[in-house]
């Protein structure tokens, strides 16, 4: 080999180290560098995801005790087969109200109607068969919250606290996709209410849940209470029924309706 | 590609870098902002068993973040364009598979999320939005240089910056 070829050969090895070098430098996909870069996203990335979880667990707590909400129920309430039943049994016009604790257009028709509802249990004009079932039970975070919520209202009918009961679980709603109220907070919320002793082991055993449950299921296998909506006809929170007929009362023609058949106008 | 110059490439890539880290710094901020939706968003693909489905919403939204600081901070482009990659793949078999099933949902690729009626379903247009942002990771993925990133930096300060021609 001349000393010219070898020259040539070297400059070759050369340029191409130095091509390999522009290249690393374009990617830094290679190298001791790539190695180092590659680490700093996977610590960063752990790093991030860490502080990130760790601040949010911080920033939502568990909710704030129920606000105790004192209505003033001059009407009697029973219940049967799972269904809180208000109001004289002589009142001549009925209402049905499907509801779930944790559903916010359940809190919206409450929030509406709910002194509209009062008004009329107390005159004697209607009275008020509430199912409350456990249609949204996964939708809390943990899951739950309905079927927990649910099977409280009912021990609150047994213990005679029902409509403030219900109305607290109102007040301030769990949001859907949150936490929901834990069995201390609903057992404490009967307490403040004047719940006897056997509220607390009824609320915290589930004693109502097979019952809830058995409601969800006939109320989404009656064909009477399916309503039309964009995703075809299917039972949905809150269904509201005034004498057997099915009024929908999320439209402003229907919530006015509502509140027409239940005024004392409406009752003979 | 001959024609084109690596400079100009670099220019285009430091624009597809940037809008890359645009996409998950927003993306996952808006679900970081909102826990609540995003587990209900999470839920609404059906796919994961519940007590899974919580773990999953408190972690994805730090995960985008965390890839998105990655990608703009231009640190190890290449695996952070292929992790890109990866995790698009994984959102739009989750879209696909919602679709396919009938489910009426919203992605939540950007908040929101959750179950919407069957006329306000988009998927078409969410899997085209994925596949853009999937054409942005395979750019990076296949070409990372770019400005404005530390890859460089790291190159010409590290030990593997002996240039052989000096």
Same mark, same amino acid.
């Given at each position: 080999?001349?000393?010219? !070829?070898?020259?040539?050969?070297?400059?070759?090895?050369?340029?191409?180290?130095?091509?390999?070098?522009?290249?690393?430098?374009?990617?830094?996909?290679?190298?001791?560098?790539?190695?180092?870069?590659?680490?700093?996203?996977?610590?960063?990335?752990?790093?991030?995801? /860490?502080?990130?979880?760790?601040?949010?667990?911080?920033?939502?707590?568990?909710?704030?005790?129920?606000?105790?909400?004192?209505?003033?129920?001059?009407?009697?309430?029973?219940?049967?087969?799972?269904?809180?039943?208000?109001? !004289?049994?002589?009142?001549?016009?009925?209402?049905?109200?499907?509801?779930?604790?944790?559903?916010?257009?359940?809190?919206?028709?409450?929030?509406?109607?709910?002194?509209?509802?009062?008004?009329?249990?107390?005159?004697?004009?209607?009275?008020?068969?509430?199912?409350?079932?456990?249609?949204?039970?996964?939708?809390?975070?943990?899951?739950?919250?309905?079927? !927990?919520?649910?099977?409280?209202?009912?021990?609150?009918?047994?213990? /005679?606290?029902?409509?403030?009961?219900?109305?607290?679980?109102?007040?301030? !709603?769990?949001?859907?996709?949150?936490?929901?109220?834990?069995?201390?907070?609903?057992?404490?919320?009967?307490?403040?209410?004047?719940?006897?002793?056997?509220?607390?082991?009824?609320?915290?055993?589930?004693?109502?849940?097979?019952?809830?449950?058995?409601?969800?299921?006939?109320?989404?296998?009656?064909?009477?209470?399916?309503?039309?909506?964009?995703?075809?006809?299917?039972?949905?929170?809150?269904?509201?029924?005034?004498?057997?007929?099915?009024?929908?009362?999320?439209?402003?023609?229907?919530?006015?309706?509502?509140?027409?058949?239940?005024?004392?106008?409406?009752?003979? | 590609?001959?024609?084109?110059?690596?400079?100009?490439?670099?220019?285009?890539?430091?624009?597809?870098?940037?809008?890359?880290?645009?996409?998950?710094?927003?993306?996952?901020?808006?679900?970081?902002?909102?826990?609540?939706?995003?587990?209900?968003?999470?839920?609404?693909?059906?796919?994961?068993?519940?007590?899974?489905?919580?773990?999953?919403?408190?972690?994805?939204?730090?995960?985008?973040?965390?890839?998105?600081?990655?990608?703009?901070?231009?640190?190890?482009?290449?695996?952070?364009?292929?992790?890109?990659?990866?995790?698009?793949?994984?959102?739009?078999?989750?879209?696909?598979?919602?679709?396919?099933?009938?489910?009426?949902?919203?992605?939540?690729?950007?908040?929101?999320?959750?179950?919407?009626?069957?006329?306000?379903?988009?998927?078409?247009?969410?899997?085209? $939005?994925?596949?853009?942002?999937?054409?942005?990771?395979?750019?990076?993925?296949? $070409?990372?240089?770019?400005?404005?990133?530390?890859?460089?930096?790291?190159?010409?300060?590290?030990?593997?910056?002996?240039?052989?021609?000096?």
């Amino acid at each position: 080999m001349g000393h010219s !070829q070898r020259v040539k050969r070297a400059k070759k090895a050369s340029q191409a180290g130095s091509r390999a070098v522009n290249a690393a430098r374009r990617s830094a996909g290679s190298g001791r560098a790539g190695i180092y870069a590659g680490l700093a996203v996977i610590v960063v990335l752990g790093v991030v995801v /860490g502080l990130g979880v760790w601040a949010s667990r911080g920033r939502t707590p568990t909710l704030a005790a129920v606000p105790p909400v004192r209505v003033s129920a001059t009407y009697p309430v029973d219940v049967r087969d799972g269904v809180v039943v208000a109001g !004289q049994p002589s009142a001549p016009t009925s209402v049905d109200a499907y509801e779930d604790f944790l559903c916010p257009i359940c809190d919206a028709f409450e929030s509406q109607h709910a002194s509209t509802i009062q008004q009329a249990l107390t005159a004697g004009r209607i009275s008020v068969h509430y199912h409350m079932l456990n249609l949204l039970e996964d939708r809390s975070n943990p899951p739950g919250y309905s079927l !927990q919520a649910a099977n409280a209202g009912l021990c609150a009918a047994q213990a /005679g606290v029902f409509p403030s009961y219900h109305a607290s679980l109102y007040a301030k !709603q769990p949001q859907e996709g949150g936490p929901g109220y834990t069995l201390d907070q609903l057992a404490a919320l009967g307490h403040a209410l004047g719940a006897g002793t056997s509220f607390e082991s009824c609320t915290r055993s589930g004693t109502y849940d097979a019952q809830v449950k058995a409601q969800l299921s006939a109320a989404e296998n009656n064909q009477t209470l399916l309503q039309q909506g964009p995703n075809g006809s299917s039972f949905g929170t809150p269904t509201v029924l005034v004498n057997g007929k099915l009024i929908p009362v999320l439209n402003p023609t229907g919530s006015a309706q509502f509140d027409q058949l239940i005024s004392p106008a409406n009752t003979p | 590609m001959s024609g084109v110059s690596a400079r100009a490439l670099d220019v285009v890539g430091t624009v597809v870098r940037l809008g890359l880290a645009a996409v998950w710094l927003v993306a996952g901020g808006l679900k970081a902002a909102d826990p609540a939706q995003t587990y209900l968003a999470v839920q609404a693909y059906q796919v994961l068993p519940g007590g899974v489905v919580s773990s999953v919403a408190a972690v994805l939204p730090f995960v985008e973040i965390g890839l998105g600081l990655v990608v703009l901070a231009g640190v190890g482009t290449r695996l952070a364009a292929a992790l890109s990659g990866l995790l698009l793949v994984v959102f739009m078999a989750g879209v696909a598979q919602v679709w396919a099933r009938g489910l009426t949902i919203d992605c939540g690729c950007f908040g929101g999320g959750g179950q919407v009626a069957a006329d306000r379903t988009a998927y078409g247009l969410e899997l085209a $939005r994925d596949t853009g942002f999937l054409l942005l990771a395979g750019w990076l993925l296949i $070409r990372p240089g770019s400005y404005l990133g530390l890859d460089r930096a790291l190159v010409r300060g590290g030990p593997v910056a002996v240039d052989a021609s000096q």
